[in-house]
């Protein structure tokens, strides 16, 4: 039920707090002195005229503001058009739990399953299916991700006052990792950032708690709840890093690969479990974010996340998205990583250079060679790495390459994952003798001057076998 205590007064004043008071006394200033010298204007030529253009500025900016984000979303792609499948099993699934439904679904390039209440120029909610959640997550999922996405619009009696306020809370929680990652948590903005979420932190909780029980409801338990939000974070990190290659091809060249999310499912269901283990979203955040459901259990996580990739339980990709509808969505995702690039055109991955993709792997080898230099009191090798963890050193060698904080007491390198740093030793090596990566959707293929066609992830996943096989991995290492 909507929480009575919340009213709409009360939703505005917290987000009045999220803006920046600088900003808004400069606009008022700027109004004062437009009205002011209107009024002037109005007196000298014994007209009401130019005293009404800043209020009507105003008015019209106000609708714009109002009418622009309608019109895009009334863009946005029917998901009936794509796949009447998934709504059927969206909407069955709320139905059979009597929960809400959406008056329309729609299909985002990327993101999470994520809720759209409006009251310009009606009252109506719109439910955003992410493509990646399509293609990679079991349908019986689906209904899961629309509660919990809708549950925004349920905590109190005005939805649309709610939604902003939960997304700018989001949009400020995004600011704040940034500026305490730059060093500037004491900064100004900073202390407004977080004197706003801390106001509003008993909302988000009652939002947390509120999208928690309606995916339980949906689920039938709050262990299938919690496995099906698991999934669907998962998901979009993992296509988040898997799209963040692309940034400077997107932003220097304006140019997106037409096939990005079929790429992206190609590696979905082809990486290997050590690059898997990147991709999984962290278990504490998820905890925080959703304690309502109770103890997220990890046994066997993993190996769940591994059939998730394994099974392709999501729809096929060819069967769901046409080259055109593909290029489409393609460019919606360019335009949300790169907003300040006009025109973005779609292309084949024969037309994008690898160079424009791929960064370097130097700088993580120079940090675990610098540290396995460290360890053995000399300067090391990247063969001597590859000993180190053979010789079960791995614990010794993170105790100089990770924080306290970062060491797992659970693996047996402390922390530190065998096959990614294998794979930075061995992309070092071979891109300095002339060998460069080829596919744009497969960052572990190289090739050399005579033609010759190099796995990396075929290498590494070898040397982190349950045999340990490292013969070739060595060879490659020395050269």
Same mark, same amino acid.
């Given at each position: 039920m909507p929480d009575p205590r919340m009213t709409r007064g009360q939703l505005l004043r917290l987000r009045l707090r999220a803006w920046n008071r600088l900003t808004c006394v400069a606009w008022l200033v700027i109004f004062a002195i437009g009205e002011a010298r209107g009024a002037a204007q109005a007196a000298a030529d014994h007209s009401w005229v130019p005293a009404l253009i800043a209020p009507a500025a105003f008015i019209v900016v106000a609708i714009l503001a109002a009418l622009v984000p309608a019109i895009k979303e009334n863009r946005a792609l029917r998901l009936e058009s794509v796949s009447p499948e998934a709504v059927r099993a969206i909407r069955d699934g709320l139905a059979a739990a009597g929960l809400p439904i959406p008056d329309q679904i729609r299909?985002?390039?990327?993101?999470?399953?994520?809720?759209?209440?409006?009251?310009f120029p009606r009252r109506r909610v719109r439910l955003y299916v992410a493509l990646p959640q399509l293609l990679a997550v079991p349908s019986g999922h689906l209904? $899961?991700?629309?509660?919990? &996405?809708? &549950?925004v619009g349920q905590v109190t009696a005005y939805p649309v006052s709610a939604q902003k306020l939960w997304k700018k809370r989001g949009a400020l929680e995004d600011r704040d990792a940034t500026l305490r990652a730059r060093g500037r948590s004491s900064s100004r903005e900073a202390r407004r950032i977080r004197a706003f979420l801390a106001a509003t932190e008993p909302f988000a909780e009652n939002v947390r708690r509120h999208s928690d029980q309606a995916a339980m409801t949906a689920a039938g338990s709050a262990d299938a709840a919690a496995r099906a939000l698991y999934d669907e974070?998962? $998901?979009?990190?993992? #296509?988040? @890093?898997? !799209?963040?290659?692309? /940034?400077? *091809?997107?932003?220097?060249?304006?140019?997106?690969?037409?096939? !990005?999310h079929a790429g992206w499912l190609t590696q979905w269901t082809?990486?290997?479990?050590?690059? +898997?283990? *990147?991709?999984?979203?962290?278990? =504490?955040? #998820?905890?925080? =974010? /959703?304690?309502?459901?109770?103890a997220?259990?990890?046994?066997?996580?993993?190996? /769940? !996340?591994?059939?998730? @990739?394994?099974g392709q339980e999501g729809m096929a990709a060819a069967a769901v998205v046409s080259p055109d509808l593909a290029k489409r969505l393609a460019k919606e995702v360019a335009k949300r990583m790169s907003p300040s690039t006009k025109v973005i055109r779609a292309v084949e991955g024969s037309a994008i250079d690898v160079t424009c993709v791929y960064e370097q792997a130097v700088s993580d080898e120079t940090a675990v060679i610098r540290a396995a230099s460290t360890l053995l009191e @000399?300067? %090391?090798?990247?063969?001597?790495?590859?000993? *180190? #963890?053979q010789q079960g050193r791995g614990w010794e060698l993170a105790e100089f390459m990770l924080d306290e904080s970062e060491m797992d007491d659970e693996t047996p390198d402390g922390g530190l994952i065998r096959g990614a740093i294998f794979a930075a030793l061995l992309i070092a090596a071979i891109e300095g003798r002339d060998m460069h990566q080829l596919d744009p959707y497969r960052e572990w293929i190289f090739t050399g001057p005579d033609g010759e066609l190099l796995?990396? %992830? =075929?290498? $590494?996943? +070898?040397?982190?076998?349950? +045999?340990?096989?490292? =013969?070739?991995? @060595?060879?490659? *290492?020395?050269g």
């Open positions: 299909l985002a390039g990327r993101g999470v399953t994520a809720s759209r209440f409006s009251s209904p $899961v991700l629309a509660a919990n &996405a809708l &549950a974070l998962t $998901v979009s990190l993992d #296509f988040f @890093r898997y !799209i963040a290659r692309f /940034h400077d *091809l997107i932003a220097r060249k304006r140019r997106v690969p037409g096939s !990005i082809a990486d290997p479990e050590w690059v +898997q283990y *990147l991709t999984r979203y962290p278990v =504490e955040a #998820f905890r925080y =974010e /959703h304690g309502a459901l109770g997220f259990d990890t046994d066997g996580l993993p190996a /769940h !996340i591994s059939r998730l @990739r394994r @000399r300067p %090391a090798d990247r063969v001597e790495v590859v000993d *180190l #963890f796995d990396v %992830a =075929e290498v $590494v996943a +070898q040397a982190v076998s349950a +045999q340990g096989d490292t =013969e070739r991995l @060595r060879s490659l *290492l020395r």
